[in-house]
Structures are given as C-alpha cells and as structure tokens.
C-alpha cells in the first residue's frame, strides 16, 4: 500500500500476480555462462507436472489444456515441467525440472523452519543429494563410462540385438563360403 503522489489523500493497494520465473543456465568455467531454458509458473492457474520424466514435454504448457489448477487451492505440487528456450522463435523443449512447491501460512513457517537448498535446517522437506551419473560428460577423458550412463541404459536390448543379428549374418555368409564348388555347382545346376 502506498499513495500514488504526494498529494493523494488516500493509499492505493497494488496487487500482483504471484508468478513464479525459473531460468536454467549453464555454468562455465572459463567462457560465459550459456543460457539454457525458463519456465514461467502462474501460481493462481499452475500447470498440473508431470509425474515422470519421461511424460514431461511442451503439451503440458499447453494454454488450452483444462488441468490448470491453484497451488492455492492445492497448497502442496510435486513433479516435471518443462523448461523453453524460444530464442529460435519455435519454443524447444530444453531441459526438465523437478519441483516441489508447498505454500504454508506465516505460523506453519515460524513451526517448520528450512534452510536455503540444503543448507541447514535440511527439513520441510528434506533436500537429497541430486542423483547425477558418475560420468563427467567430457566425452573423450572417459568414453566408455559415458556410453554406459548414456546410451546403454535406455538402448541396451537395441544393441543386443543388433550384435547378435550381426553375428548371425556373418556365420550365415562365412558358412556360404565354405561349401564346397561342387555343392554350389549341384545347387545352381551348372553342369560340369
């Protein structure tokens, strides 16, 4: 509340929307950080999350979808949005994130204080250790543990597969090499 000019007699009462605006960036270490994606969150008409990341893509930011709900009314939301970059001028899906929004009244603040992140007091609710792979993402210094955190867990049947039809192909055309002319020359009729 405040009065719009100093000569007003009565205080005006400015509201605004509680939006929340989320930006991921990249962290460089010896160039500029990179900007990678945002997700603007309208507290009052909230975009129901996706409960897996696999089920997480732009259709939940769809406008025209009927599941909006109020983190107000619901005063408690848990899982996947999508994070935009729109720079191209198409929005492209960027990134995932995984959120936990609580909305609590000033006395449940002072009963269950928390921490900034997973600084203490790591309660209400309690912060885990995020679960990154074990890779460094530099391709080149480990490449064999990159493929295993990367590509073999979602397409290890693929590859399987692939290698044992390869190796079938491969008995099949060194088992046609090996039969003897005169075989050949009784399959394909050729006299002799």
Same mark, same amino acid.
């Given at each position: 509340? #405040?009065?719009?000019?100093?000569? *007003?007699?009565?205080?005006?009462?400015?509201?605004?929307?509680?939006?929340?605006?989320?930006?991921?960036?990249?962290?460089? #270490?010896?160039? &500029?950080?990179?900007?990678?994606?945002?997700?603007?969150?309208?507290?009052?008409?909230?975009?129901?999350?996706?409960?897996?990341?696999?089920?997480?893509? /732009?259709? $939940?930011?769809?406008?025209? *979808?009927?599941?909006?709900?109020?983190?107000?009314?619901?005063?408690?939301?848990?899982?996947?949005?999508?994070?935009?970059?729109?720079?191209?001028?198409?929005?492209?899906?960027?990134? #995932? $994130?995984?959120?936990?929004?609580?909305?609590?009244?000033?006395?449940? &603040?002072?009963?269950?204080?928390?921490?900034?992140?997973?600084?203490?007091?790591?309660?209400?609710?309690?912060?885990?250790?995020?679960?990154?792979?074990?890779?460094?993402?530099?391709?080149?210094?480990?490449?064999?543990?990159?493929? #295993?955190?990367? $590509?073999?867990?979602? *397409?290890?049947?693929? $590859?399987?597969? =692939?290698?044992?039809? %390869?190796?079938? %192909?491969?008995?099949?055309?060194?088992?046609?090499?090996?039969?003897?002319? =005169?075989?050949?020359?009784? /399959?394909?009729?050729?006299?002799?």
């Amino acid at each position: 509340k #405040k009065k719009e000019h100093f000569w *007003s007699y009565d205080t005006t009462e400015l509201t605004i929307p509680p939006v929340l605006n989320l930006q991921v960036w990249d962290n460089d #270490k010896f160039s &500029a950080d990179d900007f990678l994606g945002a997700l603007t969150l309208d507290l009052n008409r909230l975009y129901k999350p996706a409960k897996d990341p696999d089920f997480c893509t /732009l259709d $939940i930011l769809d406008d025209e *979808s009927s599941n909006a709900v109020s983190l107000f009314e619901m005063k408690r939301v848990k899982g996947w949005w999508p994070c935009v970059n729109v720079e191209g001028g198409d929005p492209e899906l960027t990134g #995932k $994130i995984e959120l936990e929004l609580e909305i609590l009244t000033e006395e449940e &603040a002072r009963e269950r204080p928390a921490g900034r992140g997973r600084e203490e007091p790591n309660e209400n609710p309690k912060l885990d250790p995020p679960q990154r792979p074990e890779t460094s993402f530099l391709w080149f210094s480990s490449p064999f543990r990159t493929f #295993k955190n990367i $590509i073999w867990r979602k *397409s290890k049947w693929y $590859i399987i597969g =692939a290698l044992l039809l %390869i190796c079938f %192909i491969i008995f099949l055309l060194l088992f046609l090499w090996a039969m003897p002319s =005169a075989v050949w020359a009784r /399959l394909l009729r050729i006299p002799g």
